[in-house]
């Protein structure tokens, strides 16, 4: 099946392409035309859905090579969700691989300037603009931020079949040697995925000989992409172009790096990771900028980026750094390290992971700090929702969650709040936690340590615990790493532990800080967890969790009272108790049978060393009974 005539818009598309400056001369070459949900389905080779329609706008892609159609993608009229949850704006074909969408006529202008884009409207817009003012720039679109990657063809198995190959399009070839101008839409700006896709495509046009220069769109109200601009004022968009930033220069280095006094060091800012001077300059090696001269022979001549910018007064500088999640990159002047969320909040099932709470707690109950009983799952919930709900709060209370039995769930419940902190969650083994260098605490929020054992010796496990009083309850956190000054950070760390043992932690009688709940349910039936997990991963869970938390109601709880207590917390609080302090417990509790002050029996002092009974003698002393 053919497409329909040219110019079959209706009256609300050619508005829709009025708006940003689209002629219907351009629309007409560029052989955009409306089908219905039959065509449409025939033309991208999918099925039809009588529940998702997909009429819409077709975009045809011309390959720039042979001036034919190569594939097609469409812009529907009613916008669905996919399995995932994920908003479905656009729809490609579902046999061809991925392309760059070229202006019919690219290759007739190779020696226009290029500026890759998003969408394919942006393009004819950007056309259209051209044709009125007789620019040099040529616009090709991506279909997307990371549009430049996909699927490429199909690449042959060991065992005969094929597979999807992915990778870099290589029709990015094409712009090799060109001046090239990046302009995303203006959210760039504000979504670190986004910006990513900006320097990957740098990097990717820098090792094709490209002068790569970035734009940056105006944050103006109703303006997304550089079609909306072009359409509210076009002397902007002009605007855009010429303040573009060479993407190999001194100053474009401070889209990527900035300089910090205290401690002195650089950060990275596509990963936050911290470099001493020699590292970046190892980094950047193979960086270099053009000095606008030419040598004997009349090459321009290009010198290393990395000292230029580091003797440069206008370089991008910050005293210090801090850790404020949910807020900018810069706050009070300082560099705030957070990165985004693992994922976005999405309303969904959130079955599984009730599901998986009835099973870990079930209907315990336990004493809050106002004596009064409160389910542990609730509060278990609330807990976990609070610093999602307050971004940075510190939690006075950490979560153990211990069962002799293996395979329970433990480890998926924390691992499901991992998923929406993504970065900002740090899993961690037991031994990190006695460690001289603490750098896993950088940049986190959320911190899980699995399989606590419990089998570390009695002296082991109390210095644990106190390392891990301050820890919880602490606002600032001093981090040591090799190499860089220590320093101090915002700490808005939450911390859930799971243990086999009922003596994973030596706590006090009087400790405040620990939520103890024992898991006593079996294993679930084969397959639960791989059912759970795709939830998670593959059907968008993480996403309808994060939102489900957003949502709770946790009006009851409390951060900073004491976590509820239970036979669990005793249980634990005993077993980690000497045999000297089990005789002392028992002292107080009933000294006149441990004493033998009445009736003919007595409990004596356990059989124990010297040290032991000095221990203990120390321990009565204090309670006053010796």
Aim: hydrophobic letters at 35%; a neutral charge; aromatic letters at 10%.
């Amino acid at each position: 099946m053919s497409p329909k005539p040219n110019l079959n818009l209706e009256p609300k598309d050619l508005e829709l392409f009025r708006k940003i400056g689209v002629s219907e001369g351009v629309l007409e070459m560029a052989k955009i035309c409306r089908v219905t949900d039959a065509e449409a389905c025939e033309l991208l080779s999918r099925n039809s859905d009588s529940l998702r329609p997909i009429d819409g706008i077709l975009f045809p892609y011309i390959d720039p090579n042979t001036g034919y159609v190569n594939s097609r993608r469409l812009r529907l009229d009613k916008p669905f969700q996919d399995e995932k949850g994920k908003p479905v704006k656009y729809l490609a074909s579902a046999m061809d691989p991925r392309h760059l969408y070229f202006p019919w006529m690219f290759k007739h202008r190779p020696d226009w300037k290029v500026i890759l884009v998003e969408a394919e409207k942006t393009v004819l817009s950007i056309v259209s603009e051209m044709g009125k003012n007789d620019g040099e720039f040529m616009p090709v679109g991506m279909g997307g931020c990371w549009g430049f990657r996909g699927k490429t063809g199909k690449e042959l198995q060991p065992d005969g079949s094929c597979e999807p190959e992915k990778g870099v399009l290589h029709e990015l070839d094409l712009l090799k040697g060109r001046e090239v101008y990046i302009m995303l839409d203006a959210n760039v700006a504000t979504r670190r995925e986004v910006w990513f896709a900006e320097q990957d495509l740098a990097a990717e046009l820098r090792v094709r000989d490209c002068d790569v220069r970035i734009c940056r769109l105006p944050q103006i109200e109703g303006v997304n992409g550089p079609d909306d601009l072009i359409g509210r004022d076009s002397n902007l968009f002009y605007q855009v172009l010429k303040t573009a930033k060479k993407a190999d220069s001194v100053d474009a280095f401070n889209e990527e790096f900035v300089f910090v006094r205290k401690p002195q060091s650089i950060i990275d800012l596509r990963n936050m990771n911290t470099l001493t001077v020699d590292q970046f300059k190892q980094l950047t090696a193979n960086r270099f900028y053009s000095t606008g001269q030419r040598n004997k022979d009349g090459n321009i001549v290009k010198k290393p980026i990395a000292p230029a910018w580091l003797q440069w007064n206008g370089r991008k500088e910050v005293p210090e750094m801090t850790y404020k999640p949910g807020q900018g990159r810069i706050v009070d002047g300082k560099l705030n390290r957070w990165q985004q969320w693992g994922c976005e909040p999405l309303p969904g099932d959130v079955g599984p992971w009730k599901d998986l709470l009835d099973r870990i707690f079930g209907d315990s109950v336990a004493i809050d700090h106002r004596a009064k009983k409160i389910s542990k799952r609730q509060w278990f919930e609330q807990w976990a929702a609070y610093p999602l709900q307050h971004p940075g709060r510190k939690l006075k209370q950490c979560v153990d969650l211990w069962g002799v039995q293996t395979g329970t769930g433990k480890g998926t419940v924390a691992n499901s709040l991992c998923r929406i902190y993504g970065e900002n969650a740090s899993p961690i083994s037991a031994s990190q936690l006695t460690k001289n260098f603490n750098v896993w605490m950088l940049d986190k929020q959320f911190v899980f340590a699995d399989e606590i054992t419990g089998n570390e010796k009695e002296g082991d496990k109390r210095r644990v615990a106190d390392l891990l009083k301050p820890m919880i309850t602490r606002e600032k956190v001093s981090i040591e790493q090799k190499y860089i000054d220590e320093y101090r950070i915002d700490d808005t760390m939450n911390y859930i532990f799971n243990s086999n043992r009922s003596n994973a932690f030596f706590l006090e009688d009087t400790d405040r800080r620990f939520f103890v709940h024992e898991v006593r349910c079996g294993k679930p039936e084969f397959g639960y967890f791989k059912k759970y997990y795709d939830w998670l991963d593959r059907e968008n869970g993480a996403s309808f969790l994060f939102h489900h938390l957003l949502h709770l109601d946790t009006s009851a709880y409390d951060p900073d009272a004491d976590a509820p207590v239970d036979e669990d917390r005793e249980n634990m609080i005993d077993a980690g108790r000497s045999q000297a302090e089990r005789w002392v417990r028992d002292l107080k509790e009933e000294p006149e049978q441990i004493l033998g002050v009445k009736g003919p029996t007595s409990i004596p002092l356990p059989k124990s060393s010297r040290r032991s009974t000095l221990k203990a003698g120390r321990i009565l002393r204090k309670l006053a009974w010796a």
